[in-house]
C-alpha cells in the first residue's frame, strides 16, 4: 500500500492534495496565467453597510446573490481578503499635488506622522474567476519536469493568448462592473504583490514590460522563497535565512443552521472585528491601550452550482435521508431520528423552491490564514483569538492539523481546493449574507486626509471642501450638533487644508473664538489674518455696494428688511417698513443708491414718523455694530483679494438663540443679526470679484441657526448658497438647528458632505437623520445620543457621522494631528490664541477634535 501511494504521488494522481505548486507563466491586467490554466482577477469596492438602512440592505442582498447565481454560475471562484499596512510615506508625496501654499510640507509631514502612529491597516478585497484550462495536471508536471531537466524548459505565453485571455476577462468584467462588487480589473502590480507577499521579503515589485507583462525571470522572482510546514503552522523562511514569518490556516468546520444578517451571518465581514493582547516584554505597558487588530485574511474557493446539479445533490441528500427514516421505522424501536426527519422536510422545501427559482445552491471552502511576523507564541494568541470570536457567533473554527502545507498552498492565487472535505453547501443568499464586501467607507477618493474611520472596518478619510466646483458637483459643507462637541475645531482643520490648496478662505466669526485658525496658519506660513469689524469699516458692508448686476433687483427688498430687523421694536410695531421701503424705492430711482443714503433721506423727509424712524436709524448707524452695514463709508478696505486665511469677527456682537421669540430680541441683537446678513453678502461679493476667479474660494458661516431662525436669514442663506455654487464658491455652516435647516429647500440641494455630531432632543436627531440619510426611528436615534461620548459617557469631541456626497454615512473621527495644532485650535477661553498658552491648566488627552 504504501508503495502504492509513493507510486501514486510521484505521478500526480494521489488526489488534489498532493498537487503540485502553481507555477505562474505570465501576468498582466486582470490575468494570472499558470501554467495549467488562466484566471481573471477583480478588485472589488467596498460598500457602506454599517449604516445602510434596512431596505437598503436587502436591496443589495438580493443584488449579490442574483449576480453570484446569473454571473458565476459554473465558474471556479477564489475570494481572498487580504490586508496590507498604511503606507503613510505616499501622502507625503501626494501633497505636493494637493498642496502649494504656505509651509506645506511640514503640514504633510505632521500627518504622515500622525498616520504611521495609528497605523490603520489598509483592506483589499480580490475576486479571482478561472477562465481557460491550458492543460491538466499530469501532462504539466511532466512536460515541465522533462524540459527543466533537459535546460529546455520555456513558460512564454504568446500575445495572442494574452489578447484572448484579456478579451475573456474583460467580458466577465463588464458584468461583474454593474453588481454592488463595481470590480474592476486587477492591476499587474495588485497581482504581484498578492503574489509576492506570500513569501514575506522585503524585496521591489518587478516593473511590467512595455505590453504591461510580468513574466519569465521578473515573475520567477516573486515566488522565490521556502516553506517549512508543521502540524498547526508553516514557517516562511527569509532571504537570510531566517524565520520571516509563522502562518496558520484556520478551518471553518460547522455553521449553526440559521445566521442572521446584520449579526452572527456577516462571517467574513467580521474579520476586521477580531482584536487580541499581545505580550510585550517590555514592564509597565498597559495592555488596555495595546489591543492589536488581528487581520485574519480568509480565502474562499467556491463553485455556483447549476440549476440541474444543484437538484441532483438535493435529491440524494432527500433519498438518503428517507431511506434512512424508513430503516429506523423497520427497526425493534420504530422510531426515527428527530434531525433524519427534519432534514428530508427541509430537502423537499429546498428542492421546490430551487424548481421555483428562487434559490441557487453554491459549494465553497472557508479558510482563514493567520500570520505573524513577531513569533510563533504571538501567532498562537492571534489563533486563539479568531477562534473565541467565531464561536461567540456559534461558528465552529479550528486549526487544520497536520494539512497546514496543503491549505496554505490552497490559498495561494492560482491553486486549487486541495481539501475537498473540508467544504459547505449553503445558498448563495446564505454566502452573499456573509457581506464580505461589506463594513465602512465614506469620503472623497482624494484630497487632504481629515481623521479615520470608526466603524466595523479601518481606514484613513479625506474630504476636501474646495473639491465640488471642480467635479461640477454641489458646494456646500455643513457641520451640524450641539455645542462642545468639537464641530468648530473640525471646521478649522478642513479650513486649514483648503487654504494650504491655495485658496481664499473666509471666515465669518460670530461666536469669536476661531483666532486659533489665525494662529494656526500663521504658524504653518500660510496668509492668515484676524481682522475686527467696527466703526473704522463703515459702509463696507452695504448690501447696495454688494448686490449688484444681476443681484441688484434683490437689493430692494433685502435693504429694506435689513433695516427693518435694526429698527427698534416700538417703531416696528408702528408700521416703519412702510416709510423705509418708499425711501428705498426713491433712492435706488435717484441713482446710486446706498444705505446711507436711505437713513438720510428719512430724516429729511416731511412725514414726522419717518423722520423718527430715520433718526433711530441714523443713530444705531454710528454703533460698531451698526456702522459696517448703513454707515457713511470710511473708505477702509477691510480685506485684499487675495489667497490666505481671513477670519472676520466682530466685536460685541450678540446673537438670539433660535429658541428666542423675535419680538424679544433686544435692539443690539437686531444690529447683530442685520450685520450678519451683510457680513455674508459680503463674502459672497468678495469670492465673485473678477481678480479671485480662478481662485479656490471657501466662505465659513458659523451659527447659522441665528439666521435659519428669521424669515429673512432663511431666504438670505439659500440665496447665497445658490450664488456661491454659480461662484464656484464652496459654502462651509455650522448649525445646532437641523430642523430649521432641513426646511430651507434651496439650501439643503446645494449640501454635497455633511457631518452629524451629538444631538439630545429626538425632534433634532430626527431632522438629522433625514439629512444624513438614515432611517428616522429609535436606532438611529440612538447612535446620534451616542455619536459624542465614548464608553465611559465621556464627552468625545470630533467624533461625526460623515454623509458624503455619494449619500454614504458613516462615524468619522476627526483627527489633530499633533498637541501643538490641538492647542492652538482650541476654542476655549483658557486659550491665547494669538499662538501661545495663557493657562492651560489641563492638558488634552488626545488628539481628537
Known amino acids: 500500500m504504501k508503495i502504492a501511494k509513493a507510486i501514486g504521488r510521484f505521478l500526480g494522481v494521489t488526489g488534489d492534495r498532493s498537487a503540485p505548486p502553481p507555477r505562474y507563466v505570465a501576468l498582466a491586467d486582470g490575468v494570472l496565467v499558470t501554467e495549467t490554466h488562466a484566471e481573471a482577477w477583480y478588485v472589488l469596492a467596498s460598500s457602506n453597510t454599517d449604516l445602510m438602512s434596512e431596505s437598503a440592505r436587502d436591496a443589495e442582498h438580493d443584488q449579490a446573490s442574483s449576480a453570484l447565481a446569473r454571473i458565476l454560475a459554473g465558474q471556479e471562484c477564489h475570494l481572498r481578503i487580504l490586508w496590507s499596512p498604511l503606507n503613510a510615506e505616499d501622502y507625503r508625496a501626494e501633497a505636493h499635488d494637493l498642496f502649494s501654499a504656505g509651509n506645506f510640507e511640514e503640514w504633510a509631514d505632521l500627518r504622515v506622522e500622525r498616520m504611521n502612529d495609528l497605523a490603520l491597516p489598509s483592506r483589499h478585497l480580490l475576486l479571482g474567476v478561472r477562465i481557460q484550462e491550458r492543460a491538466n495536471h499530469a501532462k504539466a508536471r511532466g512536460r515541465s519536469g522533462m524540459q527543466d531537466a533537459l535546460g529546455i524548459g520555456s513558460t512564454a505565453v504568446s500575445q495572442r493568448e494574452l489578447a484572448r485571455l484579456d478579451a475573456l476577462a474583460r467580458r466577465l468584467g463588464r458584468q461583474l462592473e454593474t453588481t454592488p462588487w463595481r470590480a474592476q480589473p486587477a492591476p499587474v502590480e495588485m497581482l504581484a504583490w498578492m503574489i509576492a507577499r506570500e513569501q514575506h521579503r522585503l524585496t521591489a515589485l518587478p516593473t511590467p514590460s512595455t505590453a504591461g507583462v510580468v ?75 495595546q489591543i492589536l487588530p488581528v487581520n485574519p485574511e480568509p480565502s474562499v474557493r467556491f463553485k455556483v452550482l447549476h440549476r440541474r446539479d444543484a437538484l441532483k445533490e438535493i435529491d440524494e441528500v432527500r433519498r438518503l ?18 434531525e433524519i426527519e427534519e432534514t428530508e422536510e427541509t430537502m423537499a422545501v429546498l428542492s421546490r423552491d430551487m424548481k421555483r427559482e428562487d434559490v441557487t445552491l453554491m459549494e465553497d471552502h472557508p479558510r482563514l490564514v493567520v500570520s505573524s511576523d513577531v513569533s510563533l507564541d504571538d501567532l498562537r494568541a492571534k489563533v486563539d483569538a479568531v477562534i473565541t470570536f467565531y464561536g461567540g457567533l456559534g461558528i465552529e473554527v479550528s486549526v487544520a492539523g497536520e494539512e497546514q502545507k496543503e491549505l496554505w498552498l490552497e490559498s495561494l492565487p492560482g491553486d486549487m481546493v486541495r481539501v475537498p472535505d473540508l467544504s459547505h453547501t449553503r445558498t448563495v443568499g446564505a454566502f452573499a449574507g ?120 434683490r437689493a430692494q427688498t433685502e435693504v429694506a428688511a435689513q433695516l427693518g430687523i435694526a429698527l427698534p421694536q416700538h417703531l416696528r410695531m408702528r408700521g416703519a417698513e412702510t416709510p423705509i421701503q418708499s425711501a428705498v424705492n426713491e433712492v435706488i430711482a435717484s441713482g446710486s443708491p446706498a444705505t446711507w443714503k436711505v437713513i438720510d433721506h428719512l430724516r429729511n423727509a416731511a412725514d414726522d414718523f419717518a423722520r423718527e424712524t430715520g433718526d433711530a436709524l441714523y443713530e444705531l448707524a454710528q454703533t460698531g455694530l451698526g456702522a459696517p452695514f448703513m454707515g457713511k463709508p470710511s473708505g477702509a478696505v477691510l480685506m485684499t483679494p487675495e489667497p490666505g486665511i481671513w477670519v472676520v469677527q466682530i466685536p460685541g456682537i450678540t446673537l438670539p438663540s433660535p429658541e428666542d421669540d423675535r419680538e424679544d430680541w ?92 451629538q444631538l439630545t432632543s429626538a425632534e433634532q436627531q430626527d431632522a438629522l437623520a433625514a439629512l444624513l440619510d438614515l432611517p428616522v426611528g429609535p436606532h438611529t436615534r440612538a447612535l446620534i445620543q451616542a455619536i459624542g461620548v465614548d464608553v465611559t459617557q465621556e ?52 488628539v481628537g477634535a
Not at 435521508?321 to 422510531?335: D, I, V
Not at 485650535?825 to 501661545?836: A, E
Open 795 to 846: 464627552i468625545r469631541h470630533g467624533h461625526a457621522i460623515m454623509r458624503d456626497r455619494r449619500f454614504s454615512s458613516a462615524t468619522v473621527q476627526f483627527d489633530v494631528p499633533s498637541l501643538e495644532l490641538l492647542q492652538l485650535l482650541s476654542t476655549t477661553p483658557k486659550v491665547d490664541n494669538s499662538g501661545g498658552r495663557k493657562d492651560l491648566t489641563k492638558e488634552p488627552q488626545g
Open 434 to 553: 456573509s457581506w464580505f464586501w461589506g463594513g465602512a467607507s465614506v469620503g472623497d477618493d482624494d484630497g487632504p486626509v481629515i481623521g479615520y474611520l470608526t466603524g466595523s472596518t479601518p481606514g484613513l478619510v479625506r474630504n476636501d471642501l474646495t473639491g465640488g466646483s471642480a467635479r461640477g458637483d454641489a458646494t456646500t459643507t455643513a457641520f451640524i450638533g450641539r455645542s462642545g462637541r468639537g464641530k468648530t475645531t473640525a471646521m478649522m482643520l478642513s479650513l486649514l487644508d483648503a487654504a494650504f490648496r491655495g485658496s481664499f478662505v473666509l471666515a465669518l466669526d460670530f461666536k469669536g473664538d476661531m483666532a486659533g485658525l489665525v494662529a494656526a496658519g500663521q504658524r504653518f506660513q500660510l496668509n492668515a489674518h484676524l481682522v475686527e469689524t467696527g466703526s473704522q469699516y463703515a459702509g463696507v458692508a452695504d448690501l447696495f455696494t454688494l448686490l449688484t448686476g444681476e443681484s441688484a433687483e
Open 321 to 338: 435521508a428517507k431511506e434512512q427514516r424508513q430503516s429506523a421505522a423497520k427497526n425493534s424501536a420504530g422510531e426515527t431520528a428527530q
Open 215 to 289: 513574466s519569465g525571470a521578473k515573475l520567477a522572482q516573486l515566488t522565490r522563497g521556502r516553506v517549512i510546514p508543521y502540524s498547526d503552522h508553516v514557517r516562511i523562511i527569509g532571504a537570510k535565512g531566517e524565520v520571516a514569518a509563522w502562518t496558520s490556516v484556520l478551518t471553518m468546520d460547522g455553521f449553526p443552521e440559521e445566521l442572521e444578517s446584520p449579526g452572527p451571518g456577516e462571517f467574513l465581514r467580521a474579520v476586521s472585528e477580531i482584536t487580541y493582547v499581545p505580550e510585550f516584554e517590555e514592564e509597565g505597558v498597559d495592555p488596555d491601550v
Open 666 to 757: 433686544s435692539v443690539h441683537q437686531r444690529l447683530s443679526v442685520a450685520l450678519v446678513h451683510s457680513m455674508l453678502a459680503y463674502g459672497i461679493s468678495m469670492a465673485g470679484r473678477k481678480d479671485l476667479r480662478g481662485l479656490r474660494k471657501v466662505i465659513a458661516v458659523p451659527e447659522a441657526h441665528v439666521l435659519t431662525a428669521t424669515r429673512e436669514g432663511a431666504s438670505f442663506l439659500s440665496y447665497i448658497a445658490r450664488v456661491g455654487r454659480a461662484l464656484q464658491t464652496a459654502l462651509v455652516i455650522d448649525t445646532q438647528d437641523p430642523e430649521s435647516l432641513a426646511r430651507l429647500t434651496g439650501l439643503i440641494e446645494q449640501i454635497t458632505t455633511l457631518f452629524g455630531f
